[in-house]
């Protein structure tokens, strides 16, 4: 286990300290004089895990030790820490839920493009919309946290949430397209190669079967001359 993935797993088990934290009002820690409440825990447990999802993949990349593990969990731990924020603050009723529902579905979608593709041997890598979305998704649930106790950040959370939502679109479309151009074309085209491999193997069979049934008449013909001209031999009288 090497220090980008002992990253990765830290921001999976940080997800239900986030959950807790947003959902428990009863939290006021009290350091230097100052009162901490529960959103504000809540956003820094959330921008540490956000620190771990930029640190482990530039460690993995830098240190060259992208591993298998990692690249599987890396997406999970992602979407599980965005979609326990978001659903925990449809909770709170500090966002709307069909807004919510269209940026978690937008990322199965995704993630199920993803999983037939690395089934047919592609990687569909993430592009530079989907890094501006994960950008402003991070900066739009910072300023959803801040709104709960500060009612004027309500403005700059809900902008900066459609700006999410704007790149979320646009960069699940061009996932689409992607798949679309290069996975699905190059799976056809492979499938119907096989296709024609397997109705070429099927001719041969079929021209095997052929020459031996044509062999086995052959047989059975000469087998039958054989048997006339034995049986003529027999009926002829010897000679004197």
């Not at 809540?42 to 530039?58: E, N, S, V």
């Not at 403005?155 to 479309?173: E, G, Q």
């Not at 052959?218 to 001209?229: D, H, P, S, V």
């Given at each position: 286990m090497n220090l980008p993935n002992s990253l990765t797993l830290a921001r999976i088990f940080l997800v239900p300290l986030l959950v807790a934290a947003l959902l428990q009002?009863?939290?006021?820690?009290?350091?230097?004089?100052?009162?901490?409440?529960?959103?504000?825990?809540?956003?820094?447990?959330?921008?540490?895990?956000?620190?771990?999802?930029?640190?482990?993949?530039?460690?993995?990349?830098?240190?060259?030790?992208?591993?298998?593990?990692?690249?599987?969990?890396d997406p999970i731990a992602d979407k599980l820490l965005v979609s326990a924020a978001l659903i925990s603050l449809v909770q709170l009723g500090a966002i709307r839920s069909w807004l919510v529902v269209l940026l978690i579905g937008r990322e199965f979608a995704v993630s199920g493009l993803r999983s037939i593709a690395a089934a047919e041997g592609y990687t569909i890598q993430a592009n530079e919309l989907g890094k501006t979305k994960t950008f402003f998704q991070v900066v739009a649930i910072?300023?959803?946290?801040?709104?709960?106790?500060?009612?004027?950040?309500?403005?700059?959370?809900?902008?900066?949430?459609?700006?999410?939502?704007?790149?979320?679109?646009?960069?699940?479309?061009?996932y689409f397209g992607k798949f679309w151009g290069v996975v699905d074309d190059s799976t056809k085209l492979r499938r119907?190669?096989?296709?024609?491999?397997?109705?070429?193997?099927?001719?041969?069979?079929?021209?095997?079967?052929?020459?031996?049934?044509?062999?086995?008449?052959?047989?059975?013909?000469?087998?039958?001359?054989?048997?006339?001209?034995?049986?003529?031999?027999?009926?002829?009288?010897?000679?004197?």
């Open positions: 009002e009863s939290i006021v820690l009290h350091w230097q004089g100052a009162v901490i409440t529960n959103d504000l825990v809540a956003l820094i447990i959330f921008w540490l895990a956000a620190a771990t999802d930029l640190l482990d993949g530039y460690l993995a990349r830098r240190w060259k030790q992208v591993t298998t593990i990692g690249t599987l969990l910072s300023f959803l946290l801040l709104s709960i106790r500060h009612p004027d950040m309500t403005r700059w959370a809900t902008l900066s949430l459609y700006v999410v939502v704007f790149f979320s679109v646009v960069s699940a479309l061009s119907r190669a096989e296709l024609l491999d397997a109705e070429r193997h099927r001719q041969r069979e079929r021209i095997a079967v052929n020459r031996t049934a044509a062999a086995e008449r052959r047989r059975l013909k000469a087998a039958r001359l054989r048997a006339r001209e034995f049986g003529a031999t027999a009926d002829r009288p010897p000679s004197a």
